[in-house]
């Protein structure tokens, strides 16, 4: 089999369903030339089925990134499916109601904490756990949503994306030596089932369809996934650190892009 990822083990984390950034990546990873093996969290049933829709068969293990059982477990759990690990994708993130749609001010400490936990530390959770399985360097990259400025109804989970960003760089530092990179796909919104939770998320899909230069397509996850596997790939050597931005090129613009 030729591809991009020919002969590449990866992890890939967050699958839920088949609009999730997750399974775009798996799927392209697979028709690349990959050995994927997958997690996901809580309904297994449904994450067992939509990986029965991937190209090929793909291992599936629960994993819960809050849960230390579960990560130092990890390591031996994929060891069984494959001998080592060349890159991983961290998609998770999560926050309480509270802490979304306008409620900023209001949302508790214990909210807060659990998105911090869940959609930052565990980006630094995930990659210590796989690193026992990167002998040989590798990438881990993960799933970004530009955190350079404040967004309506975002609240709590933009402050998480923007310590995953300072979180991606303090690995970048940690990590080089040992030959892992680490990077960020900063997508534009996608229709996933974690985007549908956010209250107020169509005020992301208007603006993108009205400023992106390149334009923008809302359940079309491929331009993401094919961003990711490059990461993931050997064709940036050295490149870590980064945020590469998805998004049709809305971070470029402050205004509406006229047709005139």
């Known amino acids: 089999m030729s591809g991009l990822l020919k002969g ?13 950034l997750a399974f775009g990546v798996a799927k392209l990873a697979q028709q690349e030339g990959a050995e994927v093996v997958l997690t996901g969290f809580g309904r297994m049933s449904l994450v067992n089925r939509i990986a029965g829709r991937l190209p090929q068969p793909a291992p599936v293990l629960e994993l819960d990134v809050t849960d230390e059982e579960h990560l130092g477990s990890l390591a031996d759990r994929v060891s069984e499916h494959v001998d080592g690990l060349d890159g991983v994708l961290h998609s998770i993130a999560y926050a309480p109601q509270s802490a979304l749609g306008g409620g900023f001010l209001t949302a508790p400490w214990e909210d807060v904490a659990t998105a911090l936990h869940v959609s930052t530390f565990s980006f630094k959770s995930l990659a210590v756990a796989c690193l026992p399985l990167m002998g040989e360097g590798g990438s881990v990259v993960g799933m970004d949503f530009d955190a350079r400025q404040a967004w309506p109804v975002y609240d709590w989970m933009g402050v998480a994306k923007a310590g995953l960003e300072s979180t991606t760089r303090y690995l970048a530092r940690d990590l080089g ?14 229709r996933t089932m974690a985007a549908k939770s956010i209250p107020g998320f169509d005020q992301f899909e208007r603006a993108w369809m009205e400023r992106a ?48």
């Open 213 to 260: 230069p390149l334009g923008w397509n809302l359940t079309d996850s491929t331009p993401v996934a094919k961003a990711a596997l490059m990461l993931l790939s050997d064709w940036f050597p050295a490149t870590t650190g980064e945020i590469v931005h998805v998004d049709g090129g809305f971070h470029a613009v402050g205004v509406p892009v006229s047709d005139t």
């Open 177 to 190: 030596p040992k030959g892992v990179r680490v990077n960020l796909v900063a997508a534009g919104p996608q």
């Open 8 to 20: 590449k083990r990866l992890l890939i984390t967050g699958l839920i369903t088949e609009q999730s």
